[in-house]
């Protein structure tokens, strides 16, 4: 409570009027963990379009957000002023003037490599620059291209994914383990995500935040089906996550060196997310090993639905949605500390 006075605190001093966000807008792109319903009309199995996911959002009804309420990027965008999110872009009912604070080109099980996507026919992260360079014509015609180029630089741009890259392709495809060890292949992903910050800034980015990879073997999916009776945190799958942070932070600052004017922030929620798991009843959860949704071990997506036995009553006690995913009530706590993390990228 004291950490969300200090940050609402920082906000009102920072923002120039009442009403006025902190900046022009917010750009998204991604996977599941910022996916705003890009997926809702993609031929894949991989939605959250349906009950109960968004059954605690604002009218109670699914968005394609993978979560039962707000995720992260939700409420971080609430703190700097927006009183509306960021579209999907692929969103068949969105209109020009719904573009003009940003837009969310975030894909579930799209990942740092296109392949991670082709595998559950999701938008990858090439398309998705595709599709905001499309964006950018759209804007420049219906705001022209001053307010435009406004737009662009001055946004925070977000980029969350990498966990899909390791848990949905990687870890279960013999053929990359024989042909990367853990190490080459994060390198791969580094490569990906340096040719993304290069193009972004060449599209007009100067304000970047990249989430880490949370604590992997934390998640349920992982403790249930590696960690054993006791369902520990698997240890060697949070290695894998550390070792591949530690270059994440080494290329941001190579770029940062390379790209004048370029803000790039790496946001941790490795940390964050295991102090939860490791402390629950400090962070107000009696829940941190099992989900919220059906038996709370490996049900995600379509597998998370209005039959699934066992959901829980109350989301608010549960750090996990499903298998995969963050309450709400997670999500607040990792949206305070990104916020602070994050803090040049608005001032």
């Not at 009027?17 to 991604?30: H, K, N, T, Y």
């Not at 219906?142 to 990687?170: C, H, M, P, R, W």
């Not at 790209?259 to 829940?287: A, C, Q, S």
Request: hydrophobic share 40%; glycine share 8%; net charge negative.
């Amino acid at each position: 409570m004291i950490l969300l006075l200090v940050l609402q605190l920082l906000v009102s001093c920072l923002r120039v009027s009442e009403g006025q966000p902190l900046v022009p807008g917010v750009i998204v792109f991604g996977d599941s963990t910022v996916d705003v319903g890009n997926n809702n009309n993609l031929l894949t199995l991989v939605k959250a379009n349906f009950p109960p996911y968004g059954r605690d959002f604002l009218d109670h009804s699914p968005t394609g957000r993978f979560s039962n309420g707000k995720l992260a990027i939700d409420l971080m965008i609430d703190y700097l002023g927006f009183t509306s999110y960021p579209p999907a872009y692929l969103d068949k009912e969105l209109s020009g003037d719904d573009l003009l604070n940003g837009a969310n080109f975030a894909s579930a099980s799209s990942g740092f490599l296109d392949s991670t996507a082709t595998l559950y026919q999701a938008v990858s992260l090439t398309q998705q620059l595709r599709y905001f360079k499309e964006y950018q014509a759209k804007v420049e015609r219906i705001a022209g291209k001053a307010k435009a180029t406004e737009l662009f630089a001055g946004s925070v741009y977000v980029l969350s994914t990498g966990s899909s890259d390791f848990l949905q392709n990687y870890y279960i495809n013999p053929l990359l383990r024989l042909v990367y060890s853990t190490d080459q292949f994060s390198d791969l992903l580094l490569q990906s995500f340096t040719k993304f910050v290069q193009t972004v800034y060449t599209l007009g980015a100067r304000r970047i935040g990249v989430t880490s990879l949370p604590p992997v073997g934390c998640l349920p999916v992982s403790t249930t089906l590696f960690g054993g009776l006791g369902r520990e945190c698997v240890g060697w799958l949070n290695d894998d996550a550390v070792a591949f942070n530690g270059k994440l932070n080494a290329a941001a600052e190579a770029l940062k060196r390379s790209h004048h004017g370029l803000k790039l922030v790496v946001l941790d929620i490795y940390n964050p997310l295991l102090d939860i798991v490791r402390n629950p009843e400090d962070k107000g959860f009696m829940e941190a090993r099992k989900a919220c949704c059906g038996t709370g071990t490996l049900e995600t997506s379509l597998l998370c639905n209005a039959a699934s036995l066992g959901t829980c009553s109350n989301a608010t006690e549960y750090m996990f949605w499903d298998s995969f995913h963050l309450t709400e009530a997670a999500n607040v706590i990792l949206a305070d500390a990104l916020l602070l993390q994050g803090i040049e990228l608005i001032s």
